[in-house]
């Protein structure tokens, strides 16, 4: 019987797997740390930055001379029971709380004055619907104190309610005498929550990969062992278990797929906001390089289609950093302006891919073209990446042509992302697509499909149910193949006005 061991452990070769797998479940495990911190200081940064704005246009809009009325007419905690009692400080809450409304920060908004002899702020006006003027603030920041006279922001702290961030900003009179402060809080439990629920997902995927990955090469390290000592028999019996093996493999991309199908937007999400549209999205692989983003914002959608560097599991985890960025991108940072979107795309994927250090020779990145539509559908904003915006209106093609620069990709000369801003019509089709629908060879002389071919077949199809139109794009691209092999990844995306 033949005697067999995994891993002999006095052989070199075993303790340089060893220290591999070892480094390499390290280096991951740092990475993700890195990643999450650096996404809570952003997400704190651009908190700050927006209380900021907040309180500094709020002292802008309160009369400070108002407010020394108040503050010399009410000298006592009780003096106003109502917010109507009096007109000027109705009308100074009716600015904080529009304020607090838009916004939608944690709590109310309010004024405070110092009372320098005291050493002691009080509450003049608040958003609540009950004043509690001359209240004492008790808790008060030693940056109350110290930036009085010009404002600040006041990084993460906690007290016995939970993590919070402030910014405050000074109310001046038409002398510029300072009369009080606006402050503005919000709490910060809810990203440092998500940060740590994100760690521990991430954590686990990096450590399932981890074990795959391991146990895959340690199964091709167990058949390459066998063959060294088995006769023709054993090889044999060994492209068995080869066979076996590829099919462990074959079903973990097949699973991969299901993950990243996951992280793609449902189309059901998507056709609920564009109600008559279409995605048609045929990958080359089993799992995809192309891939479509789809969000709600606060005032319309983010649609895009992108073409990650490669396809099939390069393209895939492409892809999934691509998404993830924008998800970042638009979600939390809040950024809904098209270029805006990709300048920070691509400000991601350099850092992630470390593409800035000199010792980092990666051209990998992603072509895309970005739509953010308003309410109304009939106002749209576009920028792209080498891929275009096409707009059929009356039978003719409007193109807005893309940047000739990729997302990624350092080495390559580049400016700021062009945005642009489009007035739609009733009955306009928008097209974004990649470029495997052209790239795909086949036909009688077995040539490229053209850029030319593919917007003729738009202009045949433009007019019919968008339905029809998928079918008619993925039929017509089917026929071009025929029996050639699919080149690329596949995605275009129509959508009518």
Known sequence: MLKFKILDWKKPSTKIIVTVFSGLFLLSGYFIFYINFHFLDVAENNNLERLKAISNTLALNINGDDHRYLCEKYTKQGQVLTKEQDSIYYSIWKTLKKAYDINKVSTEIATLVLEKNENKFYYIVNSNDKP????????????????????????????????????????????????????VDDRFDVFISQARKNLITNLFISIAIFILTVIVLLRYIKIIMFAEEESKKQIEASNQIISRKNKDILDSITYARRIQTAILAPKEDVFAVFTNAFILYNPKDIVSGDFYYFSKTDNGAVIAAADCTGHGVPGALMSMIGN???????REVKENEPAKILDLLHKGVTNILKQDEKNIDTKDGMDIALLNFDESMLKVQYAGAYRPLYIVRNKTIIEY????????????ERSNFTNNEIELQKGDMCYVFTDGYADQFGGDKGKKFMMKRFSDLLLQICELDVNEQEKILKKSFEKWMGAQEQVDDVLVIGIRI
């Open 132 to 183: 509690y003027v001359r209240d004492p603030y008790i808790q008060y920041h030693k940056e109350f104190l110290d930036d009085y006279e010009k404002g600040n922001i006041i990084h993460q702290y906690t007290d016995e309610y939970g993590t919070w961030l402030t910014a405050f900003s000074p109310i001046k009179d038409k002398n510029g005498k300072v009369t009080g402060i606006v402050e």
């Open 324 to 330: 993830d960025l924008l998800s970042h991108i638009i």
């Open 401 to 412: 042509k893309a940047n000739k620069f990729p997302i990624g990709n350092k080495q390559q």
